[in-house]
Every structure is written in C-alpha cells, then in structure tokens.
C-alpha cells in the first residue's frame, strides 16, 4: 500500500508513510477505507505529497474533508 501511495503522488516513500498514519490515527480510517483512498489519489495524478499531507493535517480527523483533499491538491473542483 505505501508503495502504491508513493508511485501515485509521486512522492517520497517517508511522506507517503505519514500520510498513511495520519489517514489512520486522526481520521480513523480502516483498510478498505485507506485502500479507496489510494484509490481516489490515484485516479488524481500526479499529486504532490507533502501537500496532501498538510490537507490531512487540517481535515481535523473528518474522513470527508480528508477526500477532498485529494481534489484540492490535485487542483479538481
């Protein structure tokens, strides 16, 4: 899974791995729910890592707003 987040942002591995913590402890996110995550990212190339990351950081453990991130990184409306 970290390696399939670090190819899709094309980010770095450490990054990738905090952004995977984080999705885990602040938003309580399961396996399924952290694979449709990598999924979203994914469909969102490329996406820069460190600021999805900080996007986690600021959802505040709310799973939506952390999908959103995804679309404000990757600039989609």
Do not use: H, W
């Not at 396996?31 to 986690?56: G, M, T, W, Y």
């Not at 991130?69 to 990757?74: G, L, Q």
């Amino acid at each position: 899974m970290l390696e399939e987040l670090s190819e899709s942002c094309y980010g770095d591995a450490n990054t990738s791995k905090k952004v995977i913590e984080e999705l885990t402890l602040k938003c309580n996110f399961k396996k399924d729910e952290l694979d449709k995550f990598i999924r979203e990212v994914s469909k969102n190339c490329p996406i820069d890592a460190k600021k999805l990351r900080v996007e986690i950081g600021e959802a505040e453990g709310r799973k939506d707003m952390a999908f959103q991130a995804i679309r404000k990184v990757s600039g989609i409306k």
